[in-house]
């Protein structure tokens, strides 16, 4: 499983982060961390992954989880498309989101079942998977209900001071082709 991003730098010896301007002498090249890239996409690609299965294996993470899904609801969404990496926050992920793949504003009710719904708020904001047939109103998210686990939580997280910005299907790797 890939190694996922830390919220916190790195301290060195010293306790001093490696890219802080008391770490480095005015000598020193300043070495700055890589960022992935990926080629865009010619054309629009389609993930192999169904709505379906993508919610099945969100909601399998609620029984019998593969791993601690705290704060990590980038990582949570991206394992139930079955796809790589490409930030290492929500908001990252939404700023790469090409603009024509952004669906912005609205009500988190509006976003389709199976699309990523994106919230600005904290360091990191956040990202949910939408569920539902009947209702619109649901998600899946880390966090919410219970600390460290998937569990069904309300599209508008009343408790949390977050904002809805939008909500996406895209990937580097393709787009979640969603129900029609």
């Not at 996922?4 to 480095?24: F, M, N, V």
Request: glycine fraction near 8%; hydrophobic fraction near 30%.
């Amino acid at each position: 499983m890939p190694r996922e991003w830390e919220d916190s730098p790195l301290k060195d010896k010293e306790g001093t982060t490696p890219c802080s301007e008391d770490a480095i002498a005015e000598d020193e090249p300043v070495i700055r961390p890589r960022m992935l890239t990926f080629p865009p996409l010619k054309r629009k690609k389609v993930l192999p992954r169904t709505v379906d299965e993508v919610i099945a294996w969100g909601r399998a993470q609620i029984k019998k989880p593969s791993r601690s899904w705290y704060y990590r609801c980038q990582s949570f969404c991206r394992q139930a498309y079955g796809v790589r990496a490409w930030s290492g926050t929500a908001i990252g992920a939404w700023e790469r989101t090409p603009e024509a793949y952004r669906h912005h504003g609205g009500k988190p009710s509006d976003a389709p079942r199976g699309a990523l719904l994106y919230y600005v708020g904290g360091k990191a904001g956040h990202v949910a998977l939408a569920i539902g047939k009947g209702t619109s109103d649901k998600c899946l998210s880390n966090d919410y209900v219970r600390k460290g686990k998937i569990d069904v939580a309300p599209r508008t997280f009343p408790r949390w001071k977050i904002r809805y910005v939008g909500w996406s299907n895209w990937t580097p790797e393709g787009v979640l082709k969603l129900d029609e």
